[in-house]
């Protein structure tokens, strides 16, 4: 009887976790549109790429907040993290072989994750949000102390990488610099989507819901915290380094609250706990910036202002929750 | 005056004006945060609100700059019942992520709106000849407007220690603070007492603000800047408590202008350190509760 039933249960646990893991046609959809710009737009690759490491950035961030619950205010600093790791390489010791940088910034970024993981992810509410505030800007100062090595707040220009797997050089157009942002995009995605749907994303997403019980059925909630944290904090630093790569230059300003406070626009915009919210909330909130700051850079800070406060108010889960809400109503399903 | 002892007192006077310049504006913060648990980072921008609108007052239409204060003041309290009518009573019960990601959204239009009229570049304004040049104490002079600060801020630590301690409406925050349920199940209309200290802490902000114009001068990036000192007096201090807000401005405010004087260039870090260190030793803040 009691193995029956814990063989059902089983059972019922796998049937749930697969359908979760299943791949829907509509995940294709991203890729093809990354792929199509990169055709339909050759001249606007540069910004193409720029949008791409803002959608990794978005997704490091979407693991933690959207899954986990972790309420952050401070992920730019691994963002910086890692740029400064691939940008201190290049500049001071001449390691440019990007690939190993992208690593090496994973590494960095992971480990000072795990390592203001351990301590901050006790910390809930407002000072979560003012020491997670308060690590960037410390790291900021850091850097501007120590100018001589970082540059200060000029940064270090001009850096320059080797090609891609020694072939592959930077372009004029920005060619390689996108299919580069794009392959390590993807790479980060399968890694962060396996991660969803493993037993560890779904525990993560039992704390988000409801930290208490599983407290109370025995789940270690700080060590999955952490561990999300590390993985998150190590993708950001990823999303840094390609933000280096591709810009060839870091400043300081990359450890700057606008950077936190935009990427957590771009993740609410596309919808959080999503996965493709991340890529989606980029597309729209980079494009926007483009095109309004054109006119000037106060009219596109009140129009994410603005973009903001109606979506908390009125569109809560982001794009995405929009466009599920809409095909729900269209398959008859009710709102 | 040995040169050892001048820089101490150097440092705690200036320290001093900061932190009271700290505490006025963060008072409000904390006392809404305690009541309701609302996440409110646009009250840095209702800070910036307050010194623009001193600016505007004072160089536009000749208002005395004293006079020019308590117009922003009470201009400032007025429009925060506005946004809070209207805005933030929508997310009394939502999360934090929410209460967050609205009032980054108001701090960003607010940051918008002000470029757009006054520009990026730093503003202040002529201080009255009464406020401007030096007070000699004797063994040496100090700044008459940081002594006029001081001032400010000593009375109104006073009154609302009054107010707080000594009034029935004081006794009803601070029980809605303790315990929000019980305090609405004796009959305290929380959500009047929460417009109440709302506007309050905002027409308190403005007035930091307006007092802040000659401390730092006035840019759009002050909502944002600034925002993050004023969060760490809030959590440093305790939600809610205002001897806890009183003694992080003054630990905060002072171990800054210590770092500034005796590290240069490297006197960024001594705030951020310290309050770091504070929370990880006491996580409610120094005088809150678990």
Redesign the interface.
Same mark, same amino acid.
């Given at each position: 009887m009691a193995a029956t039933d814990e063989i059902a249960v089983a059972a019922r646990a796998r049937r749930f976790l697969a359908a979760h893991a299943r791949l829907r046609p509509t995940e294709a959809l991203p890729w093809l549109v990354a792929v199509a710009a990169f055709f339909v737009f050759p001249d606007r690759l540069t910004f193409g790429s720029q949008v791409l490491v803002m959608a990794l950035f978005a997704l490091s961030l979407d693991l933690v907040l959207g899954y986990a619950g972790i309420l952050t205010l401070g992920h730019a600093a691994f963002f910086g993290i890692g740029a400064y790791t691939v940008g201190l390489l290049a500049a001071r010791l001449d390691w440019t072989e990007p690939l190993t940088g992208l690593l090496a910034a994973a590494t960095c970024a992971g480990f000072a994750g795990a390592l203001s993981g351990v301590v901050l992810l006790r910390y809930r509410g407002l000072t979560l949000l003012v020491l997670t505030l308060s690590t960037t800007f410390i790291l900021q100062e850091f850097g501007n102390v120590f100018d001589r090595v970082t540059g200060g707040y000029d940064g270090l220009p001009g850096l320059s990488f080797s090609p891609v797997l020694g072939v592959f050089d930077y372009d004029l157009f920005g060619r390689t610099a996108y299919l580069y942002a794009l392959a390590v995009l993807f790479v980060c995605f399968c890694l962060a989507r396996a991660i969803v749907v493993s037993p560890f994303g779904r525990s993560l997403v039992g704390i988000r819901e409801n930290t208490a019980r599983m407290h109370s059925i025995g789940a270690p909630v700080h060590g999955r915290l952490l561990v999300a944290y590390t993985v998150s904090a190590a993708l950001a630093g990823v999303a840094g380094a390609l933000h280096a790569h591709t810009n060839a230059f870091v400043t300081l300003s990359v450890f700057d609250f606008e950077n936190s406070a935009g990427v957590l626009v771009m993740l609410i915009l596309g919808g959080t706990g999503r996965l493709y919210g991340a890529f989606w909330g980029a597309v729209v909130y980079m494009v926007l910036q483009d095109s309004l700051a054109k006119f000037s850079p106060a009219f596109w800070q009140a129009g994410v202002g603005l973009l903001l406060i109606v979506t908390v108010l009125f569109a809560r889960a982001g794009i995405l929750g929009l466009v599920e809400a809409a095909g729900r109503r269209l398959r008859g399903g009710g709102p | 005056m040995p040169p050892l002892a001048n820089i101490v007192v150097s440092i705690l006077f200036d320290g001093l004006a900061y932190a009271m310049v700290l505490f006025i504006v963060s008072v409000g913060l904390s006392v809404t945060?305690g009541l309701m648990?609302f996440?409110n980072l646009a009250h840095g921008a209702f800070a910036m609100a307050g010194g623009y609108l001193t600016v505007s007052l004072t160089r536009s239409m000749g208002v005395p700059f004293l006079g020019a204060l308590v117009i922003a003041v009470i201009a400032i309290a007025a429009v925060s019942v506005v946004f809070e009518r209207t805005?933030y009573r929508?997310?009394y019960r939502a999360s934090?992520?929410?209460q967050? +990601? %609205?009032t980054?959204?108001?701090?960003? =239009?607010?940051?918008?709106?002000f470029?757009?009229v006054y520009g990026p570049v730093p503003q202040s304004v002529r201080l009255p000849d009464y406020l401007a040049g030096q007070i000699d104490a004797g063994f040496r002079t100090f700044p008459t407007y940081r002594v006029f600060i001081i001032a400010v801020g000593l009375a109104l630590v006073t009154v609302l220690w009054f107010a707080f301690e000594r009034t029935l409406l004081g006794a009803k925050i601070r029980a809605a603070v303790d315990n929000r349920r019980m305090a609405q199940s004796v009959g305290i209309d929380v959500d009047r007492l929460f417009t109440l200290t709302f506007a309050v802490g905002s027409g308190l902000a403005a007035l930091g603000g307006g007092l802040a114009l000659q401390l730092f001068g006035m840019t759009p990036s002050f909502a944002?800047v600034y925002l993050?000192f004023f +969060? %760490?007096v809030?959590?440093v201090g305790g =939600?809610g408590s205002l001897k806890g807000t009183l003694a992080a401005a003054l630990v905060l405010g002072i171990c800054d202008t210590a770092g500034k004087y005796l590290f240069a260039?490297?006197g960024?870090?001594i705030i951020?350190?310290v309050?770091?260190a504070i929370?990880?030793a006491r996580?409610?803040?120094l005088h809150g509760r678990d």
């Open positions: - | 945060m648990g996440v805005l929508r997310l934090e992520l929410d967050v +990601l %609205l980054i959204g108001l701090t960003f =239009l607010a940051i918008a709106a470029t757009w944002v993050v +969060l %760490l809030v959590a =939600l260039g490297a960024g870090f951020y350190a309050a770091i929370l990880l996580p409610a803040g």
